[in-house]
């Protein structure tokens, strides 16, 4: 034994070698250096290594060249690690040239042109370096693939900190790169690499790509202090995911020309100046649950680009805009968070955008739109921005705002000199100027909007040239908002110049009406004119017929006060339940009065569904249907006003069907209840016989505990109906053979919901949860809880996530999507505890060419969710700011509005582009990567499919470690070619280098 281990040992001894000169290392082995060396080997290289299977360490001394030396240490060979050099003063540090399975540890590259260069080489591994003051580049990796540069420091050098050029799935991690003097970071030309946990500070730009630089992972990085942009991408299929960008020269991100196809997602970008984030001709990007605040002049910004989503984002804290839209169009920017700034948005030539679902609270501005047309701004809650909630100026034609509710700003909306315009189902109402302001803005069209509480006046018109208008079915409520003493008007108007009025409600409590009169419901309003001798071309006044019970509208008149009463000569339209005036001068408080001496007070029924014996009727207001036929809602309906005991947490309804064959169609009409507890919409009420044959068809449902709720019922069918802000939005009780076709929920918890309902069949569903990022294709909460119910088939188009519970049992069900790769929620299986898990299983899973996608599930108690994870990271909370900080004063009547666009700096791949000339005695060549399957993956509730397993393993590692990449988790190198005898020999003796240094060193006395 003893001779064995002296044999050992002078084996290892004899592959150990001093080194005191500049020379070449040709010999496996270990190689350490006794003395500092100076030169090179005519003018070429101090150290080569070309022989593979070689460790050679500096021992802390140093290295030091002349300009015209080439290289410190130049490396052909494979199976080498160089480490503690200090190499100084020559063209390249190191050179590691058409190398595989090399290491560069522990080493320092000083003042050299280049640091490290590494050329058509793979697999090598940068760590703990210090690499700075170079002439040109710290770290060039040029044609070269799974290069890893970890935990080192590239500082100070005069171009680039770290250079990839023509290289794919490498891997920057954990460096500080800072004080380079163009770029920290350059791709060029060079795909599915991953800068991740980097500190990039100090430089121009932060990290750069050119337009061939494609499916890049840039993964929770901190990128600030540079003098222009922290990231610049004009390339595609880019994530730029968690980094933190704050404190840059010009802005945070800019996705600029060919910049399309990329994923910002969860980045928190503040403290830029000039720009957070900025697309510049950039489209078909997503920009997703990002914190965008306090920067110097916009949070975001769109020039001249198309087709982008802007979805979860929140931007706060601007001196001008949270979002500035400009010569951009088909742009959807939705469910954004966007508050304190100058403007929450400025449209300028920005036209066929979607802006939806946001909050805009408490800017300058909520909205300015100047010079954009064809616009649709629907479901915003627009409220407490100083100036206006939305102002539309300077030619802003034919937008369309839609279900929008606009209060607390000094006036609701504002429409100047822009024509065209159309307002339909919004509500303003707490403002105190005006609710609507339009001036000098010819055919503008508002219909089915509900004013209330506006303190000067409700709807308010000016001309100063010739203009038309029309509102249709404008609700003038109380200040309570609460629909009890309401008036509905319409008015077709053409204005002449110099002319101007105004709409309020009006009460009548303190003036006594005609002893032969009484009130109709309190039904007033207030006309006042400021300007101009006026005159309405015809003004309407509506009412429902479930309004009518104890009147009698035969009786209805109009009548306006001034000192006294007096009656104007309106035509009454009781088929059509109006009172019409033209050409109407009076203007002081004008109300409707039931003469009750002219007969005895009567409840009207003509065409009212309070009694349904007809075979078609119009629906005005809450009803009950009880028998067969048509009905047809003629307007928005409110409330729940028909009381319900069924012992289903249901109390009211607004309609009840409870006779069999009854056809309900809405006109597209909407039924609201402002979150009425326990109330459903539409109930079908099968509760003692069952009921069958009902068609419920064109209804638009929001703000009730339950959208529609069908109790017994079977073959029926629902259709074209969109459901919204409702808990439960359908929900089938002992419900079978229905029909549910072409339903568009947008649901806060259950989409949904099916007790003892068994089959059932579903088409065409379009479905998303309240602040998630889309109501097509991506994974949402709650869309389907299946109670004691199974094989309820044919789920098709889009129908993407299960919930399923409480029974004994096994259900098979068939999906159908678009095409396969839509379907993203078979595994894993997430239950709501973890203690559930054991009793589900999927017993099959397929999918088939026309993505039809069936399985089998048996399962015993418990609530399931077919849906990738997500780690949970909780958006960060910018700091408060003074709300008067960036508050601006305006002329309230007229004042011009300038739009200055912000100045356009495109990024170019930098005008200081270093042209990278490669060695003399090397042939380029282009390697081609090797696709690896295409992998589906998500975050935060976006998917998306990837080329590269290698990003998304990088991913999966980041989130694995809580963002501390670790040299551990790793991607690991492809292996190395098999080695014969003698080699595995030599490297079995080598990896015991490390292990028997200190005797060796010892042995020979260094």
């Given at each position: 034994m003893k001779t064995i281990l002296f044999i050992l040992l002078f084996t290892i001894a004899t592959f150990a070698y001093n080194v005191s000169n500049c020379t070449d290392l040709d010999q496996p082995g270990f190689y350490y250096l006794t003395n500092d060396l100076v030169g090179a080997q005519g003018n070429h290289a101090c150290i080569r290594i070309f022989n593979d299977n070689i460790t050679f360490?500096?021992?802390?001394?140093?290295?030091?060249?002349?300009?015209?030396?080439?290289?410190?240490?130049?490396?052909?060979?494979?199976?080498?690690?160089?480490?503690?050099?200090?190499?100084?003063?020559?063209?390249?540090?190191?050179?590691?040239?058409?190398?595989?399975?090399?290491?560069?540890?522990?080493?320092?590259m000083l003042n050299s042109d280049y640091g490290i260069v590494i050329y058509n080489s793979h697999d090598i591994i940068l760590t703990n370096n210090f690499i700075n003051g170079n002439s040109k580049h710290g770290v060039l990796i040029s044609s070269s693939n799974n290069i890893y540069v970890v935990n080192n420091t590239a500082s100070e050098n005069n171009q680039y900190g770290v250079y990839i050029a023509s290289g794919y799935k490498n891997s920057i991690i954990n460096n500080v790169v800072n004080g380079n003097g163009l770029i920290n970071v350059y791709l060029k030309d060079s795909s599915n690499n991953s800068l991740?946990?980097?500190?990039?500070?100090?430089?121009?730009?932060?990290?750069?790509?050119?337009?061939?630089?494609?499916?890049?992972?840039?993964?929770?990085?901190?990128?600030?202090?540079?003098?222009?942009?922290?990231?610049?991408?004009?390339?595609?299929?880019?994530?730029?995911e968690k980094n933190l960008l704050y404190n840059n020269g010009f802005g945070g991100l800019i996705l600029s020309a060919n910049a399309t196809y990329n994923h910002f997602i969860e980045n928190q970008v503040y403290d830029n100046t000039n720009y957070g984030v900025y697309l510049y001709h950039a489209s078909e990007n997503i920009l997703l649950n990002n914190m965008v605040y306090n920067n110097s002049k916009?949070?975001?910004?769109?020039?001249?680009?198309?087709?982008?989503?802007?979805?979860?984002?929140?931007?706060?804290?601007?001196?001008?805009?949270?979002?500035?839209?400009?010569?951009?169009?088909?742009?959807?920017?939705?469910?954004?968070?966007?508050?304190?700034?100058?403007?929450?948005?400025?449209?300028?030539?920005?036209?066929?955008?979607?802006?939806?679902?946001?909050?805009?609270?408490?800017?300058?501005?909520?909205?300015?739109?100047?010079?954009?047309?064809?616009?649709?701004?629907?479901?915003?809650?627009?409220?407490?921005?100083?100036?206006?909630?939305?102002?539309?100026?300077?030619?802003?034609?034919?937008?369309?705002?839609?279900?929008?509710?606009?209060?607390?700003?000094?006036?609701?909306?504002?429409?100047?000199?822009?024509?065209?315009?159309?307002?339909?189902?919004?509500?303003?109402?707490?403002?105190?100027?005006?609710?609507?302001?339009?001036?000098?803005?010819?055919?503008?069209?508002?219909?089915?909007?509900?004013?209330?509480?506006?303190?000067?006046?409700?709807?308010?018109?000016?001309?100063?040239?010739?203009?038309?208008?029309?509102?249709?079915?404008?609700?003038?409520?109380?200040?309570?908002?609460?629909?009890?003493?309401?008036?509905?008007?319409?008015?077709?108007?053409?204005?002449?110049?110099?002319?101007?009025?105004?709409?309020?409600?009006?009460?009548?409590?303190?003036?006594?009406l005609p002893s032969d009169t009484k009130s109709f419901a309190g039904k007033f309003i207030l006309l006042h004119t400021t300007v101009g001798d006026v005159s309405i071309d015809s003004i309407s006044f509506g009412w429902f017929d479930s309004e009518t019970l104890g009147y009698n509208e035969d009786n209805f008149m109009l009548y306006t006060n001034d000192s006294e009463w007096v009656r104007l000569n309106a035509s009454l339209d009781t088929a059509n339940d109006l009172l019409t005036l033209t050409n109407l001068s009076i203007f002081n408080a004008i109300g409707i009065l039931e003469n009750i001496t002219s007969g005895t007070n009567t409840t009207n029924t003509t065409n009212t569904t309070n009694s349904t014996n007809t075979s078609e009727s119009l629906i005005y207001g809450c009803v009950e249907l009880t028998a067969p036929g048509d009905y047809f809602l003629t307007n928005d309906l409110y409330g729940s006003n028909i009381s319900v005991s069924l012992g289903n947490n249901i109390e009211s309804a607004c309609i009840v069907i409870s006779s069999s064959g009854v056809s309900?169609?809405?006109?597209?009409?909407?039924?609201?209840?402002?979150?009425?507890?326990?109330?459903?919409?539409?109930?079908?009420?099968?509760?003692?016989?069952?009921?069958?044959?009902?068609?419920?068809?064109?209804?638009?449902?929001?703000?009730?505990?339950?959208?529609?709720?069908?109790?017994?019922?079977?073959?029926?069918?629902?259709?074209?109906?969109?459901?919204?802000?409702?808990?439960?939005?359908?929900?089938?009780?002992?419900?079978?053979?229905?029909?549910?076709?072409?339903?568009?929920?947008?649901?806060?918890?259950?989409?949904?919901?099916?007790?003892?309902?068994?089959?059932?069949?579903?088409?065409?569903?379009?479905i998303c949860n309240i602040g998630t990022l889309s109501c097509v294709r991506w994974p949402v909460l709650n869309l389907l809880t299946a109670d004691i119910s199974n094989n309820n088939s044919n789920f098709d188009n889009n129908f993407i996530f299960i919930n399923s519970s409480a029974f004994n049992g096994s259900s098979t069900m068939t999906m159908q999507t678009d095409s396969c790769e839509n379907q993203l929620f078979w595994s894993p299986v997430i239950p709501a505890s973890e203690t559930e898990l054991s009793n589900l299983e999927i017993h099959s899973s397929t999918c088939t060419e026309n993505g039809s996608m069936s399985f089998t599930l048996n399962w015993t108690s418990g609530y399931y969710t077919l849906l990738l994870p997500e780690p949970e990271v909780p958006p960060p909370t910018p700091p408060d700011d003074d709300n008067d900080n960036h508050r601006r004063t305006r002329d309230q009547e007229e004042?011009?509005?300038?739009?200055?666009?912000?100045?356009?700096?495109?990024?170019?791949?930098?005008?200081?582009?270093v042209q990278v000339t490669f060695p003399e005695v090397i042939e380029e060549q282009v390697i081609e990567p090797v696709m690896p399957?295409?992998?589906?993956?998500?975050?935060?509730?976006?998917?998306?499919?990837?080329?590269?397993?290698?990003?998304?393993?990088?991913?999966?590692?980041?989130?694995?470690?809580?963002?501390?990449?670790?040299a551990t988790s790793l991607y690991q190198p492809e292996p190395i070619p098999t080695l014969n005898i003698f080699d595995m020999f030599i490297n079995n003796l080598i990896s015991l280098s490390t292990w028997f240094r200190s005797l060796v060193s010892e042995f020979l006395g260094i």
């Open positions: 360490s500096c021992n802390s001394f140093s290295i030091t060249g002349e300009p015209s030396n080439k290289y410190g240490v130049e490396i052909s060979a494979d199976n080498v690690t160089v480490e503690n050099c200090t190499i100084v003063d020559y063209q390249r540090s190191f050179y590691v040239l058409s190398s595989s399975n090399v290491t560069l540890t522990n080493n320092s991740i946990n980097n500190t990039v500070y100090d430089s121009k730009y932060g990290v750069n790509t050119n337009s061939n630089s494609n499916e890049n992972l840039l993964l929770g990085n901190v990128i600030y202090n540079n003098t222009k942009y922290s990231i610049a991408i004009s390339s595609m299929n880019n994530t730029i916009y949070n975001f910004v769109l020039y001249s680009s198309t087709n982008n989503l802007l979805l979860n984002n929140t931007a706060t804290g601007a001196p001008d805009s949270g979002f500035y839209v400009s010569v951009s169009s088909t742009n959807n920017i939705a469910n954004n968070s966007v508050y304190n700034n100058s403007y929450g948005f400025r449209l300028t030539t920005g036209n066929e955008n979607t802006i939806s679902g946001n909050t805009i609270s408490e800017n300058n501005i909520g909205f300015q739109i100047v010079k954009s047309e064809n616009n649709t701004i629907i479901n915003n809650t627009i409220s407490n921005n100083f100036e206006y909630g939305i102002y539309l100026t300077t030619n802003s034609a034919s937008n369309s705002f839609v279900d929008n509710i606009i209060y607390g700003s000094l006036i609701g909306i504002r429409i100047q000199d822009s024509n065209a315009n159309n307002l339909n189902h919004n509500t303003f109402h707490g403002n105190p100027g005006f609710g609507i302001f339009l001036l000098n803005s010819d055919e503008t069209n508002i219909s089915a909007t509900h004013l209330y509480n506006n303190t000067y006046s409700d709807f308010n018109v000016r001309a100063t040239v010739p203009i038309s208008f029309i509102l249709s079915n404008i609700t003038i409520d109380n200040p309570l908002g609460t629909l009890e003493n309401y008036t509905t008007i319409s008015i077709t108007d053409s204005m002449i110049p110099t002319s101007r009025y105004g709409i309020s409600w009006w009460n009548n409590e303190s003036i006594d309900l169609d809405c006109n597209i009409s909407g039924l609201s209840a402002n979150n009425s507890v326990n109330s459903a919409a539409i109930l079908v009420n099968g509760s003692s016989t069952g009921i069958g044959n009902v068609t419920i068809n064109n209804c638009r449902v929001s703000d009730y505990t339950y959208g529609i709720y069908f109790l017994n019922a079977e073959n029926s069918t629902i259709s074209d109906t969109t459901i919204s802000n409702s808990p439960n939005s359908l929900f089938l009780n002992g419900s079978v053979n229905n029909l549910i076709n072409d339903l568009n929920l947008t649901v806060p918890e259950n989409g949904t919901y099916m007790y003892s309902s068994d089959p059932n069949n579903f088409t065409d569903l379009t004042g011009e509005v300038t739009s200055e666009e912000p100045s356009v700096e495109p990024v170019i791949e930098t005008e200081e582009t399957q295409v992998r589906e993956f998500r975050t935060s509730g976006i998917s998306f499919d990837s080329q590269n397993d290698r990003l998304a393993e990088d991913r999966a590692s980041f989130y694995a470690t809580s963002g501390q990449m670790v």
